[in-house]
C-alpha cells in the first residue's frame, strides 16, 4: 500500500515551481477531501510592528496529505514560526484559506481554535512545555482534560500514550525528574493522547544533545510508520533528512518542495 | 473545566508556599473570624434570652399587668414617660375582681418591689431588692427551694414577717451558718427565714440570686409602695391560646375599672414575654449589624491582597496558560481555573477564620460573663462568603488570564 502521494513520492522531483505547487492546491478542489489533511491557500499574514508593516506570510500554497511526513525548514525571518503557528490554530491569516481536515479554519473564532487545537493537533515543542509541577502522567492528561474525558478513561489512555514512548515506567516522575530525551518523549505522548490529525513538532531537537536527538528521531520515525501524519519546523538538515518530504520556506512563501534528497541539498546550496 | 483539577492545584501551591499564603489569606481570616466571633457572642445572648432570662424573669405563657412597661422597645420620649407616671397605679384591689373573671386553671400573684435595707447579726446593713409578693408567686417564677419552704397560705393570709431568700443573701449574712430559722431585719423590722431558693445563675454577670421575699400582708408592703398599691400583677395561662384570651378579659375589665371610652388608649401595660423578646431582638439587629459591617473592612482588605496575589500568579504563569491554551483550554476554561484558584485560596481562609473565630468566641464566654453560642448559618454565611470575597477578587486577574494570546504566552521565559 502506498501511503505517500503520487507527486511526490522520493523518486520524484518533486514541486519545482509555483506553478506546480499551485496546481496541487488546486487540485485538492474548492472543499478539500479526506485525503488532503492540510490545504493552504495564498496564506497571508502582517503584522503592525509600531506603523511599520512586517509580511510574514506573502501566498503560501501547501497541500498535505493524510500520513506524510513533512519537514518545513527555512532560514530564520522566513516566516517559518508565523506558518507553524497557523498551522497550528494558534494564530489566523489575514488573508487567504486553511483548511485542516476538511475544516475551513481561517475564519474560526477563539474559542473553535481552542477546540480544534484540542481535537486536531499534538504539539511538541523545543522547550518540551510540560508543567514543572505535574507529574508526567498528568502532564499527558491535559489535552484530555480539556476534550471533556472523564478522569478513569483520561488514566487510561495517558497511561498507553505514556508506554508508547516506553515511558510507561516514569508516569509518576515530575519533568525535572526526567533527561531531555524523557521529557520530549512525554511531551509527543501527550501531543497523540488525543489522537490528532497532525502531530505538530516545532524545533523538536533543538534543546537536544545528537545522540538525544537521533533517539527521538526514531520515534517520529515509528509515528509516521503507523500512519501518524507529522509536520515538523526545523533549521536543521541533519533533521529534516528524516522526513520523506521538505518543504522550504523563503520570504514568506514557499520556495521549493520535495524529496529531501533533492531539497536539502539545494537548500544548503542556497544557504 | 477540571473543578477538582484546580482545587487541588490551588491546595498545593497553598501548600507549597506557606509564608505567602498566609499573607494572603491574613485579610479574609481575620475577617472572618470577627464575623463568626460577633455573631457567636450576639446568637449566644439571644440563645440565653430565650431559654433562660425570659424564663427567670417573666415565666411561660405569662403576663403581666403594669401601670407602664418595664422593659421598653426603642426610645421612649419624656412626654411619654411623663404620660405614664400620670396613669393610675394598679392596686390590689385589682386583683381579686380580675382573677375570678379568668378561665379555670389561671394562676395569678402580685408583686411589689423596691430597695430596702437589710442587716442581719452577721452583716452590715445593705440595699437589696426587696419584694412583697402575694399568690401562686413561687409556682409563676418557678423558684424552688433549695432550703426550708417557700411561704404557707397562712403565712400569706397573715401577713406574717416571714423571709424567702435567694442564696447569696444566705452567704452574705449567714456566713457559713444554717439561714433558716435566723432573723433578718428589712427597714429595721425583724423577719424570719423560712426558705431559701435554689441559684438562678447570672446574667451577663449579675447575680439573680440576690433578693428577699416576703408575704405582701406583712410590714414590708408599706415599704415598697404607698397603701394598696402593686407593682404588677402576674397571671399565668395553661396554654399560650388561653393566655391572649385572658390578656383579652383583662384589657376589657381594666378599661371597665379606669372608666375609658372606647376612643382612649389604655392607662396600663401588659407585657408578656413575647414582648421583652422583641426588644432584645431589636438589640440583637443592631449588634449583628455592627459585627458585620466591622470585619467586612477586614474582607475587603482581604480581596485586594487576593487580587495582587491572583494578578502575580497569572504573571508568573503566563508560560502555564499558553500550554493549557495550546492544548485546548477555552477562554473560560482559563477563566474557570484562576476563578476557582482565588475561590479556593480565600475558602481556605475563612475555614480558618471560622475556627479561630470559634475559639475567640469560646474565648471570650470562658473570660467574660458573655455567652457564645455558634450559629451554625453564620458557618455556612462565612463560608459562601470566603468564597464570594475570592470570585469577586479573581474575576480581573482570570479575565486577564483567559485573554492572553497563546503565542505570546507560550513565548514568555
Known amino acids: 500500500m502506498s501511503v505517500t502521494p503520487d507527486v511526490l513520492r522520493d523518486s520524484e522531483p518533486g514541486l519545482a515551481t509555483t506553478a506546480e505547487r499551485q496546481a496541487v492546491v488546486d487540485r485538492a478542489g474548492q472543499t478539500p477531501g479526506r485525503e488532503w489533511v492540510i490545504v493552504t491557500r495564498n496564506l497571508q499574514r502582517h503584522y503592525d510592528m509600531g506603523g511599520e508593516i512586517v509580511r510574514a506570510l506573502r501566498g503560501a500554497n501547501i497541500a498535505i496529505r493524510r500520513n506524510e511526513y513533512v519537514a518545513i525548514m527555512g532560514p530564520s525571518g522566513s516566516g517559518k514560526s508565523t506558518l507553524m503557528n497557523v498551522i497550528g490554530c494558534l494564530d489566523t491569516p489575514n488573508e487567504g484559506e486553511y483548511w485542516l481536515n476538511g475544516q475551513l479554519v481561517s475564519k474560526m473564532k477563539d474559542d473553535e481554535l481552542a477546540r480544534v487545537r484540542n481535537k486536531e493537533i499534538g504539539f511538541v515543542f523545543q522547550t518540551f512545555n510540560l508543567l514543572p509541577r505535574a507529574t508526567a502522567l498528568h502532564n499527558v492528561e491535559l489535552p484530555l482534560v480539556y476534550a471533556g474525558v472523564s478522569s478513569e478513561e483520561r488514566k487510561r489512555r495517558a497511561t498507553e500514550a505514556l508506554e508508547r514512548v516506553q515511558l510507561g515506567e516514569r508516569l509518576h516522575h515530575r519533568p525535572n525528574e526526567l533527561s531531555g530525551g524523557q521529557r520530549q518523549r512525554v511531551a509527543i505522548a501527550r501531543a497523540l493522547v488525543n489522537n490528532p490529525s497532525i502531530l505538530l513538532a516545532d524545533e523538536p531537537t533543538g534543546n537536544l544533545d545528537s545522540k538525544t536527538s537521533e533517539e527521538i528521531m526514531k520515534v517520529f520515525e515509528e509515528l509516521a510508520q503507523q500512519g501518524q501524519t507529522v509536520i515538523m519546523v526545523t533549521h536543521e538538515p541533519d533533521i529534516a533528512q528524516h522526513a520523506r518530504r521538505v518543504v522550504v520556506l523563503r520570504d514568506g512563501v514557499i520556495s521549493n518542495d520535495g524529496p529531501p534528497s533533492r531539497v536539502i541539498p539545494e537548500y544548503v546550496q542556497g544557504h | ?413
Open chain 2, 1 to 413: 473545566m477540571p473543578f477538582l483539577d484546580a482545587v487541588r492545584l490551588a491546595l498545593a501551591t497553598i501548600r507549597v508556599q506557606k509564608l505567602k499564603s498566609f499573607f494572603t489569606l491574613l485579610g479574609v481570616t481575620i475577617g472572618v473570624m470577627f464575623l463568626i466571633a460577633v455573631v457567636s457572642i450576639v446568637e449566644g445572648m439571644g440563645n440565653y434570652m430565650e431559654n433562660e432570662f425570659i424564663g427567670k424573669l417573666m415565666g411561660v405563657n405569662t403576663f403581666e399587668l403594669r401601670q407602664r412597661p418595664n422593659m421598653v422597645t426603642g426610645n421612649v420620649t419624656r412626654e411619654t414617660w411623663l404620660s405614664w407616671l400620670r396613669r393610675p397605679r394598679i392596686r390590689v384591689s385589682d386583683v381579686e375582681p380580675l382573677a375570678t373573671q379568668l378561665p379555670a386553671g389561671t394562676r395569678w400573684a402580685h408583686t411589689s418591689t423596691d430597695q430596702v435595707s437589710v442587716q442581719s447579726r452577721y452583716a452590715s446593713p445593705k440595699d437589696l431588692e426587696a419584694s412583697a409578693v402575694d399568690g401562686d408567686y413561687f409556682t409563676i417564677k418557678r423558684l424552688d427551694m433549695a432550703q426550708g419552704r417557700a411561704f404557707s397560705a397562712q403565712e400569706l393570709q397573715l401577713g406574717s414577717s416571714v423571709v424567702v431568700i435567694g442564696p447569696e443573701v444566705a452567704k452574705r449574712y449567714f456566713p457559713n451558718l444554717d439561714p433558716i430559722g435566723q432573723e433578718l431585719r428589712l427597714a429595721g423590722r425583724p423577719y424570719t427565714v423560712v426558705g431559701v431558693t435554689e441559684s438562678q445563675g447570672s446574667i451577663f454577670g449579675m447575680s439573680l440570686d440576690q433578693f428577699v421575699i416576703a408575704p405582701y400582708r406583712s410590714p414590708l408592703r408599706r415599704v415598697v409602695n404607698p397603701p394598696g398599691v402593686v407593682d404588677a400583677v402576674i397571671f399565668q395561662s395553661p396554654t399560650s391560646e388561653q393566655m391572649a384570651e385572658s390578656m383579652e378579659i383583662v384589657r376589657g375589665l381594666m378599661r371597665g375599672r379606669h372608666h375609658l371610652r372606647p376612643a382612649v388608649e389604655d392607662d396600663f401595660a401588659l407585657q408578656t414575654s413575647e414582648g421583652a423578646l422583641a426588644f432584645f431582638d431589636k438589640i440583637k439587629a443592631n449588634l449583628v449589624a455592627a459585627g458585620v459591617v466591622l470585619p467586612a473592612f477586614g474582607l475587603i482588605v482581604g480581596a485586594i491582597v487576593i487580587m495582587n496575589i491572583m494578578l502575580v500568579a497569572v504573571a508568573e504563569r503566563t508560560r502555564e496558560i499558553g500550554i493549557r491554551k495550546a492544548l485546548g483550554a477555552k477562554r473560560r476554561d482559563s477563566l474557570a481555573q484562576f476563578l476557582v484558584e482565588a475561590a479556593t485560596l480565600s475558602t481556605v481562609g475563612a475555614a480558618i477564620g471560622i475556627t479561630l473565630g470559634i475559639a475567640l468566641a469560646q474565648g471570650i464566654a470562658a473570660a467574660t460573663p458573655l455567652p457564645a453560642s455558634v450559629a451554625p448559618w453564620s458557618i455556612v454565611a462565612a463560608t459562601l462568603l470566603g468564597a464570594g470575597v475570592g470570585i469577586v477578587a479573581g474575576i480581573y486577574p482570570a479575565s486577564r488570564a483567559s485573554r492572553l494570546d497563546p503565542i505570546a504566552a507560550l513565548r514568555q521565559e
